[in-house]
Structure formats: C-alpha cells, structure tokens
Nanobody, 122 residues
Framework: VQLQASGGGLVQTGGSLRLSCVAS????????MGWFRQAGGKEREFVAA????????YYADSVKGRFTISRDNAKNTIYLQMNSLKPDDTAVYYC????????????????WGQGTLVTVSS
C-alpha cells in the first residue's frame, strides 16, 4: 500500500484547510486510515482516524469539534477537514493506514504516507 497526502499549506488563524490522502496498491477490502501530526521538536501525535468497516471516527481531544475526518471508499481516499485552525495546529500531517477494518488506537499504523505541511499564522 502506498499513501499520497496532499492539501497542506499556509493559512491564517481561524481559517480552514482540507487534507486528502489516497491509498493505492493492495488495500484489501477492510482497512482503516487516519492522520497524525508532528510539530517541530515534538513527538508525532494522533489526530483522527476512521474505520472502513464501521464508519466509526476517532479524534484527539485537541481537535474535537474543529476537525472532521471522512472517507470515499470508491476512491480509497480519506479527508481531514480542518476548521478554526490555530497556530498550535502547525505541523507536518501524516496519513496512516491499518490493515484492519477497525482502527486500533493501541497499535501503530502499518503504513505511513509522506507528510504534508500545515502552517497556521497568527
């Protein structure tokens, strides 16, 4: 499986961006995908995930109510709609993939995509 993320950019505080991630290759019929982010000098952290099998979504507390993850199964694509962006959201955002119909928070991703940079100016 290969993951291709896009949609990052520069936005002002309070603005919005939408990230996309396309999965290609042997995705199988059951998988889950999500987003992580890593700010300068910090560890990579979980942002959001979505399960293909149940359509359940999961969010970090820091983004609940502002970010929305969604998917288009026909396109093997997930999206992260980010609203009310803050400077603290500035980070490289990474797409992630699990070979599981349900997202398991306790295990790491099986596949990482390349990052896309999101910069929120104050």
């Amino acid at each position: 499986v290969q993951l291709q993320a896009s949609g990052g950019g520069l936005v002002q505080t309070g603005g919005s961006l939408r990230l996309s991630c396309v999965a290609s290759g042997r995705t199988s019929s059951s998988y889950a995908m999500g987003w992580f982010r890593q700010a300068g000098g910090k560890e990579r952290e979980f942002v959001a995930a979505i399960s293909l099998r149940t359509d359940s979504t999961y969010y970090a507390d820091s983004v609940k109510g502002r970010f929305t993850i969604s998917r288009d199964n026909a396109k093997n694509t997930i999206y992260l709609q980010m609203n009310s962006l803050k400077p603290d959201d500035t980070a490289v955002y990474y797409c992630a993939f699990q070979y599981s119909g349900i997202w398991y928070q306790s295990r790491g991703p099986d596949v990482w995509g390349q990052g896309t940079l999101v910069t929120v100016s104050s």
